[in-house]
């Protein structure tokens, strides 16, 4: 069965750059046949698609962030990661990692595995 | 792009059906039929209730369902339950790899 955790520093000051990463186990981020992807939620606000990453390394990321952002996958751990740089309160969010639907038969854009949830603040 | 229009709360007694609005543009919902419902539970991970307008993941009772309409997609849930009072967020491919969400709508199961 598939699962997601993500992990990395609850706290992070502003201006400094926030780094998670999404372990994944009971499935491959080197298959061909999903899209992995990063979404957050501030605290009591609605869900945001943050970027998705592809096992071949192509990534697409959200146009609002997308100066910011970085998504990585590293096989040989097999999970990938996002940073995002240059941090205020506004990121302050639950992160999640997720993992798309069979892309061979869907759209890359439905996601029906997630992640826990990690909680990030920006504070100095 | 902004995010897609929902409104914040709706309701329904238990037996009942309600339905949740989802309104985006022609650049973004109109133009696609990729729009998804995902249900959040308190404390919990959102859960791909449907695809594809219409669509059900495997598991997902035949109460909820999905439409569109121009710029306009709707979630029905029929038969209202007690574990339904969840939040409800509607997203759509809105273009250039780009996914976007609404803001949510809070169900409450009277």
């Known amino acids: 069965q598939l699962q997601l955790q993500e992990s990395g520093p609850g706290l992070v000051k502003p201006s400094e750059t926030l780094s998670l990463t999404c372990a994944v186990s009971g499935g491959s981020i080197s298959s061909p046949t999903y899209y992995w992807a990063w979404f957050r939620q501030p605290p009591g606000r609605g869900l945001e698609w943050i970027g998705s990453?592809?096992?071949?390394?192509?990534?697409y990321y959200t146009p609002s962030l997308k100066s910011r952002v970085t998504i990585s996958g590293d096989r040989s751990k097999n999970q990938f990661s996002l940073n995002l740089t240059s941090v205020t309160a506004a990121d302050t969010a639950l992160y999640y990692c997720?993992?798309?639907?069979?892309?061979?038969?869907?759209?890359?854009?439905?996601?029906?595995?997630w992640g826990q949830g990690a909680l990030v603040t920006v504070s100095s | 792009q902004s995010a897609l229009t929902q409104p914040p709360s709706a309701s329904g007694s238990p037996g009942q059906s309600v339905t949740i609005s989802c309104t985006g543009t022609n650049s973004d919902l109109g133009a696609y039929d990729y729009v998804s419902w995902y249900q959040q539970h308190p404390g919990k991970a959102p859960k791909l209730i449907i695809f594809g307008v219409t669509k059900r993941p495997s598991g997902v009772p035949d109460r909820f369902s999905g439409s569109k309409s121009g710029n306009t997609a709707s979630l029905t849930v029929s038969g209202l339950q007690a574990e339904d009072e969840a939040h409800y967020y509607c997203?759509?491919?809105?273009?250039?790899?780009?996914?976007?969400f609404g803001g949510g709508t809070r169900l409450t199961v009277l």
């Open positions: 990453i592809y096992y071949t390394g192509s990534t």
């Open positions: 997720a993992r798309s639907r069979d892309i061979v038969v869907t759209s890359k854009f439905y996601f029906d595995s």
């Open positions: 997203s759509s491919y809105a273009g250039n790899n780009n996914l976007l």
